[in-house]
T-cell receptor, first 113, second 118 residues
């Protein structure tokens, strides 16, 4: 079974802090994704990576950056957390190729105070 | 740009009723893939089904069935004899190729919250 894990289920940070959200997958998937989920807005793509050291901006990249130094790990970085980044963050991975489904992690609920 | 619209934001039914979740999509691609995911209260999205644009056969899996109609750009999901455990948010998604790279991404609808009451 594919396993996608995220470093924390719940996280509380202060405004202005640098925040790291980690995602690890164990199935050697080429593609990895970061989404945020907010009520009424569905899943919005922040960044994705289709291979190691490769990254592409999604629909809402502002205020975020990512890092993919190893194939199994994809990190989302909030350089200076703000209250409007309070949200559920979901990581996903997938084999290369658009026919393949994405596998999701359990999510990290981030609260910025 | 691609777009996925889930017609119902919320649906509430009583157990054993049948329920259909509607999904309409827009794309210029001739080859594309459609997906349904379930997000139970625990939060983790679970893959339910994939359909490619060349396969319009309806699919049935237990109490779940899917109706793909290319002519109306719809990919609807029906749960027969609903159960309380079906309560979840359901997402429809469309796979898009990123032509400039070798990557691709999913475009999700906003989700439909299904509540099945005992």
């Amino acid at each position: 079974d594919v396993k996608v894990t995220q470093s924390s289920r719940y996280l509380v940070k202060r405004t202005g802090e640098k925040v790291f959200l980690e995602c690890v997958q164990d199935m050697d998937h080429e593609n990895m994704f970061w989404y945020r989920q907010d009520p009424g807005l569905g899943l919005r793509l922040i960044y994705f990576s289709y291979d190691v050291k490769m990254k592409e901006k999604g629909d809402i990249p502002e205020g975020y950056s990512v890092s993919r130094e190893k194939k199994e790990r994809f990190s989302l970085i909030l350089e200076s957390a703000s209250t409007n980044q309070t949200s559920m963050y979901l990581c996903a991975s997938r084999r290369q190729g658009r026919r393949y489904e994405q596998y999701f992690g359990p999510g990290t609920r981030l609260t910025v105070t | 740009a691609q777009k996925v619209t889930q017609v119902q934001t919320e649906i509430s039914v009583v157990e054993k009723e049948d329920v259909t979740l509607d999904c309409v999509y827009e794309t210029r691609d001739t080859t594309y893939y459609l997906f349904w995911y379930k997000q139970p209260p625990s939060g983790e999205l679970v893959f339910l089904i994939r359909r490619n644009s060349f396969d319009e056969q309806n699919e049935i899996s237990g109490r779940y069935s899917w109706n793909f109609q290319k002519s109306t750009s719809s990919f609807n999901f029906t749960i027969t004899a609903s159960q309380v455990v079906d309560s979840a948010v359901y997402f429809c998604a469309l796979s898009e190729a990123i032509k400039e790279t070798s990557g691709s991404r999913l475009t999700f609808g906003e989700g439909t919250q299904l509540t099945v009451n005992p």
